[in-house]
């Protein structure tokens, strides 16, 4: 008699998908005008996404807030800073952007100079967060003098003390009245380091919100005092 695994077995035909796009560009499309064309120039995802209704969220936030800077961990290849940054654009501000990544995938670098050849103000920066965030983001303002930090996106590493760590430097430079974004949080598939580290940043700082779209994704906001 043969043996019977009655486990969890992947279901390698459909894993197998998770390398594809998770949305064509043309779903963008309604978003903004050009907003699909840029998106379709950075290279494909290895891995995460940013959905439609994300985007389209992500889009209206930054006109509705008009930051004149933004920085982020978590560049992957570029999807949300290119939505931050066309939106950025089409208020008639400069698209300041900052952002950070480890590189994990070849593709982050090859989209990172993508991005700038799109957006002559992209900034990148390659490293840990937990080791050049700080000291990127204060050289990025000192060297932009009288420009602030206005909006402020979590979405690298999903370890605890990363997002714990990216969530305390970004709020230490957010000016009054800024947003930080913190991408993952209360997800219909919990994501365990997330969620704690949203939590305990809100039970410590307060004035958090927390959203989630029609998907799986799901959103913490915080706002400075003023």
């Known amino acids: ?14 894993s197998g998908r998770i390398r594809e796009p998770f949305y064509p560009p043309e779903r963008y499309g309604h978003i903004a005008a050009g907003l699909q ?5 950075l290279p494909q995802a290895p891995e995460g996404h940013l959905s439609p209704e994300q985007a389209e969220f992500l889009y209206a936030w930054v006109r509705f ?15 949300s800073a290119c939505v ?4 950025q654009r089409s208020l008639g501000l400069v698209p300041r952007f900052l952002s950070i990544d480890i590189c994990q995938f070849p593709e982050t670098r ?9 957006y002559e103000t992209f900034v990148f920066v390659e490293g840990d967060s937990k080791l050049v965030l700080a000291d990127a983001v204060n050289r990025y303002l000192r060297s932009n003098e009288g420009v602030q930090l206005q909006f402020a ?15 305390e ?35 410590k700082w307060g004035a958090c919100h927390s ?5 799986n994704r799901g959103i913490l906001l915080y706002q400075k005092a003023f």
């Open 37 to 41: 064309q840029e998106l379709a120039s």
């Open 1 to 14: 008699m043969s043996e019977q695994n009655t486990g969890w077995q992947p279901d390698l035909q459909s």
């Open 65 to 79: 807030l008009k930051p004149e800077c933004v920085a982020e961990t978590g560049f992957c290849v570029g999807h």
């Open 153 to 167: 996106l979590v979405d690298g590493s999903h370890d605890r003390e990363v997002v714990e760590s990216d969530l």
């Open 110 to 118: 090859a989209a990172a100079e993508k991005l700038r050849s799109l």
């Open 169 to 203: 430097v970004f709020a230490a430079f957010l000016s009054p009245g800024g947003m930080i974004w913190l991408d993952d949080f209360g997800k219909f598939v919990p994501n365990f380091g997330v969620n704690v580290a949203g939590r305990n940043f809100a039970a």
């Open 84 to 87: 931050v940054m066309h939106a």
């Open 211 to 215: 959203f989630r779209s029609s998907g």
